[in-house]
């Protein structure tokens, strides 16, 4: 589909954004609002909105929120399961953890009810021999008991099904033939990686939106074939890569963190073009903040994400880490007569007072409208407009005065005050991973991301801020990038010298030669493949894993000892040589490179032929550093490459706001970046 028409769609939980590649190769835009009844109905006003008719379109790639939304919200299934004797209990009692660290507080409420997870006599130990055989008629009695009991989805899940899935291949067997749909999970299928706990709950997110997503996908295809669409459709999996519509509901679970994902790999392919490597992506939204690092051009895949409490899924995805502060984010003070800043959020409804929708209460936006970092008359979703007066008069009354302030300064500690916590996520990518900060740029996108990078970037030291030419549709953008990607796992769990060479080399080529039969099966028109082989291992007697990449599949022993005590001390700057090393999963990427485009086309030549003086459109009072400033403000699609920028200034754009603070500077790429130095 090189020179096809290609739409990249991203769902959000406001607006569904569209970036529409013609077979000329140019750019056509679409931000209309998200449907939250059928999303699918919000996905063909975006196509007809670009102009173009599902017919036309050789290839749609999309991000869906369904997944993510539907565990958040728990709007799930129903979901039975069946399990080995004497382990139902497993995914209740989960690991030495609370929901709060502090006290003795909160609650849980298992995915799988008690009295729908249910037990069948077998037994495997942990080298897969066989200790208890299968009892194939309580299976069959057992799976008939959930279905009679209203189960829409059914997982199966035995203790050591990762050593040997026997078992659980026969007992998939006997529900097939029973169960009322398709919707079956394997444990061993969808994760063949020890720790029963883990595997569990990743197989019953999975079961649990896997009716959430087959209908909402079915309902999707079946408008998009209504009006002509011919081809298939490709969804985004959390982890960057994307797979066939046919394929995508069986493990659903791995769209989990779809939208995130694909900002991601927009980043990636946008520093790529750049000439950059190294960059930490901040998504800053609505209700919260997503914050991923890129290092060597390859986004940072993670296994251990944790959506919820108690629900930790074991699927590689790019590790993205969120914290609730977004525009929406609600201030406030609490008993203590603290400021406060979220985690609460306004969300889209009533969302910030600035919107005329019912908001009431203070939120970041709102900060950004006092102090002049925001055009209120450019606000998109506002549906009455409200008063800069009124807006004043809320933070005077509900934070000003308490805490002796103007109003300026209780906006600016509002707006501090969420910065700490977007730090805070930061550095939780970089700093606590063993990165230095100083060592990469800061990537902003989102709605609300450029409004405060350039401030971002000051407080941590991070040299650069890049802020792409359209950061309100990087996640459409990342759909419309997006190469095809399979990820596999598979634990050995011994010692390093206690294995074969030849069981690692065989299990990594059997993993790849998967991996690559499933893509060309996809997409076989691709500009390359690419493996990635790794291992997880652990010192003897440790509990968590660190990744370590294997060059190639038939590594010698003594080389993959090397290579993990390097990697353990450029995390730890330990080094513990008389221990040897456990190596616990093997891991392989496959990653099908779908043909490129120049970003650039990102850019209208029309709008950038007035040069740099058509591109300033005014001036405007903002608040910095404590103190009024008289800022340029510029229109961003006018901006010409080499146009420099001096803060303080503002550039306004369809999608966003990027703010130059006081003493900064900004340049403007061939591709159409802002290349910032706070």
């Not at 493996?531 to 022993?557: K, N, W």
């Amino acid at each position: 589909m090189a020179d096809g028409v290609i739409a990249g769609i991203d769902v959000g939980g406001t607006f569904t954004d569209l970036l529409l590649r013609g077979a000329d190769g140019r750019i056509h835009l679409a931000k209309v609002p998200t449907t939250i009844a059928n999303q699918a109905d919000g996905v063909l006003a975006a196509i007809e909105a670009a102009g173009a008719t599902p017919a036309t379109l050789d290839l749609i790639i999309h991000g869906t929120t369904a997944t993510t939304n539907a565990v958040l919200e728990r709007k799930l299934a129903k979901v039975g399961l069946v399990t080995t004797l004497g382990f139902r209990d497993v995914l209740e009692l989960g690991r030495r953890t609370r929901p709060n660290p502090y006290g003795l507080k909160g609650g849980f409420e298992p995915l799988v009810p008690r009295e729908l997870r249910r037990e069948v006599a077998e037994r495997m130990d942990a080298r897969g021999a066989v200790v208890t055989p299968l009892d194939e008629d309580a299976v069959a009695r057992e799976v008939r008991a959930l279905a009679a009991a209203g189960c829409e989805s059914l997982v199966i899940h035995f203790l050591h099904a990762y050593a040997n899935p026997a078992h659980e291949r026969r007992a998939g067997e006997i529900a097939r033939g029973i169960w009322p749909n398709g919707h079956v999970t394997l444990g061993h299928e969808l994760l063949s990686e020890f720790r029963e706990y883990e595997r569990g709950t990743t197989a019953s997110v999975n079961a649990a939106v896997q009716p959430v997503l087959d209908r909402y996908i079915t309902r999707l295809q079946e408008q998009l074939a209504a009006r002509g669409h011919k081809r298939d459709l490709l969804v985004m999996n959390g982890n960057g890569g994307t797979v066939s519509a046919r394929l995508v509901s069986r493990d659903a679970a791995k769209t989990v963190m779809s939208g995130p994902a694909s900002g991601v790999m927009a980043a990636a392919a946008t520093l790529a073009q750049s000439g950059l490597r190294n960059a930490i992506t901040y998504d800053m939204g609505g209700t919260s903040t997503d914050v991923a690092l890129i290092a060597g051009g390859v986004p940072e895949v993670s296994a251990e994400l944790s959506i919820a409490y108690g629900l930790p899924i074991h699927l590689p995805m790019v590790d993205v880490r969120t914290v609730g502060a977004g525009g929406g984010s609600i201030a406030g003070l609490d008993r203590a007569g603290m400021l406060r800043v979220g985690p609460e959020s306004a969300g889209s409804t009533p969302g910030p007072i600035c919107y005329g929708r019912g908001g009431t209460r203070p939120t970041i936006t709102d900060a950004n409208i006092i102090l002049g970092r925001l055009d209120p008359a450019r606000l998109l979703a506002v549906k009455d407009a409200v008063s800069l007066d009124s807006i004043r008069e809320v933070f005077a009354r509900n934070l000003a005065r308490p805490l002796g302030m103007t109003v300026e300064q209780a906006a600016e500690a509002v707006i501090r005050l969420g910065n700490v916590h977007m730090t805070g996520a930061i550095r939780l990518v970089s700093l606590s991973k063993g990165h230095d900060p100083r060592d990469f740029c800061l990537f902003a996108f989102g709605g609300a991301g450029p409004l405060h990078a350039v401030a971002l970037a000051r407080e941590i030291g991070i040299p650069e801020v890049l802020v792409p030419a359209r950061p309100g549709l990087t996640n459409a953008l990342g759909c419309l990038v997006a190469d095809l990607r399979q990820d596999f796992v598979n634990t050995i769990n011994r010692g390093l010298f206690e294995i074969p060479e030849d069981e690692i080399a065989a299990t990594l080529v059997m993993q790849r030669d998967r991996g690559i039969a499933m893509i060309q099966a996809d997409a076989p028109a691709l500009d390359d493949i690419i493996v990635l082989h790794s291992a997880e291992m652990q010192f003897r007697g440790q509990t968590h894993l660190i990744r370590v990449a294997l060059p190639h599949a038939d590594m010698a022993l003594e080389n993959i000892q090397k290579a993990f005590e390097a990697a353990y001390f450029a995390r730890f700057r330990v080094e513990l040589p008389e221990i040897r090393a456990v190596l616990v999963n093997l891991l392989t990427t496959v990653i099908g490179r779908r043909p490129s485009f120049p970003l650039s086309a990102l850019l209208d030549p029309e709008a950038r032929r007035g040069g740099i003086d058509a591109a300033r459109i005014g001036d405007r009072d903002l608040y910095a550093d404590g103190a009024w400033h008289r800022a340029a403000v510029w229109q961003r699609e006018k901006l010409t490459e080499g146009a420099v920028l001096t803060g303080p200034a503002i550039i306004q754009q369809a999608d966003a706001t990027t703010v130059l603070e006081p003493g900064s500077r900004a340049i403007v790429d061939a591709i159409g970046n802002l290349r910032v130095t706070p």
